[in-house]
């Protein structure tokens, strides 16, 4: 297989591609892209499953350590004011591991960026193939229904002239026949006339999953930022409430950012199988789409020297018939138009047709040969398989720094807000406040003395 122009399997998917898979019974899977098998479509889910467990036991850990500093804390004599020992390391390693998450969101971020990089310019691929064939139907058809109407009034009206001399009625018979022969051959090269898959609806359906997708982990990004940076605000406040509250969406984005691990681990694994080897799965699929044959897909997919063109013996024998119309047309200028002075007026109405048609059949040489839909798909794997995978892995990369930030946060919090002091509702306000109570009692005690 031929790869497109300037793609090449990055180090990244040869290394997740040579991961093994196993289905639900843990028998081994062949690593070759097929999402249509079951035995596939469980491997990955396996891959999903496999975060879920790491949710699970990130769960029962923090559940047993918050028991274990619950219960099984020695309990602090009476008016005791001494400062546990270890608090200080406690709340450090929590404001560590926060700013490792604050270090994550921005991985995030830049992956999330790269991602969409990715498949915007797989979309601009899709939507350039999308004008490449647009304008090779235009073309033919234009050209065809030029040329139908150059046969039913230029050459009916010719024949009409010429009348008279039968030799030369005989010649402005043959530039019809070859001017519906032109035309027949035209109409085969509008290949992608009538194919249901419409590359413009492809892209377009892309684009609208990925907006989505943008958008959900921005929001997620922007979730765990305010997480990380209200619990910092919480522990330089010493304010319990703040904290027990960001404890609580601690904990709902550590399930998210496990889920969304799983996610972004079965996108990568599959996305590696499908680029290590990705045209003969793109040939099956548009040719089970579109319907069209294998000759002329493999010419624009594979595009080399050993796949031949197979619009080559339809442009051949059109342009043998141009010419052939073009000596004739000479011909009857030559001859006729000395004896029929009316047949000039046709003559040039027809060379004019013959100009803009073989102008449009050099067009056409051009949009149909297979370097420009080649250059569009390398563009689409490079965008998917380089920067849309290189950006996932970015994500996978945040997923897991949240994922330990944030299950770190979750067992020392308890321990931090344990050292608070116990009236941290005032410690706050102002000893000059009238309305600090504090201030209010020494007033009202400085009040009764005076009496």
Known sequence: MGA????????????????????????????????????????????????????????????????RFCCCRSPEPPGSKSPTPGGGCVTWSCIVALLVGCTGIGIGFYGNSETSDGVSQLSSALLHANHTLSAIDHLVLETVERLGEAVRTELTTLEEVLEPRTELVAAARGARRQAEAVAQQLQGLAFWQGVPLSPLQVAEDVS?????????????????????????????????W????????????????????????????????????????????????TGLSSDILSYYFLCNQAVSNPFQQRLTLSQRALANIHSQLLGLEREAVPQFPSAQKPLLSL??????????????????????????????????????????????????????????ALCSLPRAWALFPPS?????????DPFNPQQESKRFVQWQSSI
């Open 4 to 67: 497109p122009p300037g793609y090449r399997p990055s180090a990244w998917v040869h290394l997740l591609h040579q991961l093994p898979r196993a289905d639900f019974q843990l028998r081994p899977v062949p690593s070759g892209f097929a999402p249509q098998e079951q035995e596939y479509q469980q491997a990955l889910l396996l891959v999903v499953a496999l975060a879920g467990l790491g949710l699970g036991l990130s769960l029962i850990f923090i559940a047993v350590y918050l028991i």
């Open 208 to 240: 609208f999953v990925e907006e989505y997708r943008w958008l959900a982990y921005v929001l997620l990004l922007l979730l765990e930022l305010l997480v990380c940076l209200f619990t910092l605000l919480g522990l330089a406040k010493q304010s319990k």
């Open 242 to 289: 703040l904290v027990i509250v960001m404890t609580v969406m601690s904990l709902l984005v550590l399930v998210l950012s496990w889920g969304s691990m799983g996610l972004e681990a079965a996108t990568a694994v599959g996305l590696s199988d499908f680029c290590s080897n990705p045209d003969p799965y793109i040939l099956n699929l548009t040719q089970e789409e």
């Open 351 to 408: 060379e004019e047709t013959l100009n803009v048609t073989e102008g449009n059949f050099h067009q056409l040489v051009a949009l149909l040969h297979c370097r420009g839909l080649h250059k569009d798909y390398g563009a689409a794997l490079r965008g998917l398989c380089e920067d849309a995978l290189e950006g996932l892995l970015f994500l996978l990369l945040f997923s897991l720094l949240s994922a330990g930030a944030l299950a770190t």
């Open 424 to 432: 941290d509702d005032y410690d706050d306000t102002d000893d000059d």
